[in-house]
């Protein structure tokens, strides 16, 4: 059976028997995106990106709309020769082998199940209530006051703040203003609904997250991380100060990865066998972060070990900052022998624990552990080119605190919303 004509090319068509009417080439959607990136720009650097994107997004959305126009858009592209053409598609019924459930290559990664959008844009306002808690209770707790998180908020996108003097600073932060209270309610308003409607797009499409994995890679080094900011700021708060949070996250986030994957691997040998296998796997990973951030900075590798050491040292307090990036013998020995003793013992508490776990669904070990940390990874990124001064007065162990809090809620929201069955195609 051959196939009909394009419509196009039929002698009643707008083309006529010898053409086919087809989209005009454009550059419209191109200058679009160009001028949306240059705003974006802008907002970050300077009003020259932001004046020249506005104007290159208008000229763009005034292109690709002249397009849409009647009579405007398209153009005649004459067909090929007939002996150039391809041959009639003849159909032969019955031939073609159904792709079945389980064979390679059916659905491919398509969801058998979706959620709607109302349960993503619920996610997320239901995330956006509860996520302020842990950032009220900082502002609390350090006696910034609660108008502090709030203001560091608004502060991300208001140009001006950083230029401030540090006690003006200070004090803008922890008064209230109804300008910063407004502008912070927007953001944080429409960031919980887009990440929420994220949340209900992307959650169930991706894969299954092993339960060790889970657990071991990923909330373990979150509760290791909080367990360490409490002490080291109870034994030494000079040194804590000098700690880079998101960095000292992304260690521990490296040795649960590598630990967890070793005592999969390795639980047939026993428990104590395969965490001692996952701790040491674990210690010869977890530093590289650490000292990539030495080199990063220009501190140094050594101000990484020796902040390790300044755990038991008596009166590191006290020492220079520039001594911290200088070698000192004993200071790497006590620096080598904690980290060895306290990643053999949480590889051990890795293989005892692991097993006797309850599995976490893969939505919520997604939305939970995995997205808020590269939400807060993105952040830490972008208020460093926008505003570098607020990024040193942000506590980002409390900041991931609320991230979690967000993926908790709105995964769980999503997970427990109503499902749309998709079929198969055909």
């Known amino acids: 059976m051959a196939t009909s004509p394009h419509p196009a090319a039929r002698s009643d068509g707008p083309a006529g028997p010898n053409g086919v009417e087809m989209p005009r080439p454009t550059v419209a959607p191109l200058t679009v995106s160009l001028g949306a990136a240059l705003m974006g720009i802008g907002v970050a650097t300077s009003l020259a990106f932001l004046v020249v994107g506005g104007v290159v997004l208008a000229t763009g959305l005034g292109m690709w709309v002249a397009e849409l126009l ?25 031939t073609v082998e159904q792709l079945r459930p389980g064979l ?5 990664r398509l969801p058998m199940t979706v959620h709607p959008t109302s349960a993503g844009v619920k996610g997320g306002l239901i995330g956006g209530l509860v996520m302020p808690v842990p950032a009220l209770l900082y502002g609390l707790l350090s006696e910034h006051g609660i108008w502090y998180p709030i203001n560091m908020l608004a502060g991300m996108v208001l140009p001006g703040m950083g230029d401030l003097p540090p006690e003006e600073l200070t004090a803008t932060l922890q008064q ?30 991706l894969p299954d997250i092993p339960s060790p994995v889970a657990w071991g890679g990923l909330l373990m080094p979150l509760l290791w991380t909080a367990v360490s900011f409490t002490l080291l700021g109870a034994v030494n708060p000079v040194l804590a100060r000098g700690v880079d949070w998101p960095w000292f996250i992304a260690s521990q986030f490296v040795f649960g990865i590598a630990a967890a994957a070793v005592v999969m691997r390795a639980a047939k040998r026993g428990p104590l066998r395969a965490g001692l296998l996952g701790g040491a796997a674990g210690a010869l990973l977890m530093p590289i972060p650490a000292l990539l951030w030495g080199l990063a900075t220009g501190r140094g590798v050594w101000y990484p070990i020796n902040l390790l050491a300044g755990l038991v040292v008596p009166g590191m ?16 020995a006590i620096g080598v022998v904690i980290h060895a003793v306290l990643s053999l013992g949480l590889g051990m508490a890795y293989g005892l624990a692991l097993p006797r776990l309850r599995p976490l669904p893969g939505p919520i070990a997604w939305g939970a552990l995995v997205l808020p940390l590269l939400w807060t990874g993105i952040s830490y990124g972008l208020m460093g080119i926008a ?3 607020l990024q040193q007065r942000v506590d980002w162990p409390w900041f991931v605190v609320s991230q979690f809090v967000f993926g908790v809620a709105a995964a769980f929201v999503v997970a427990r919303s109503e499902v749309v069955h998709i079929p198969p195609a055909g």
């Open 387 to 389: 505003n570098p001064v």
């Open 176 to 205: 209230f203003s109804p300008t910063l209270l407004i502008v912070a309610l927007v953001i944080h308003a429409t960031m919980s609904v887009v990440f929420g409607l994220l949340y209900g797009v992307l959650l169930p499409t």
């Open 317 to 332: 307090d006290q020492v220079a900052p520039e001594e911290l990036s200088r070698f000192h013998g004993d200071w790497l």
């Open 70 to 94: 009647p009579g405007q858009g398209h153009q005649r592209e004459p067909l090929v020769e007939p002996a150039e053409r391809p041959a009639p598609v003849q159909a032969a019924p019955g």
């Open 104 to 108: 390679p290559g059916y659905r491919f």
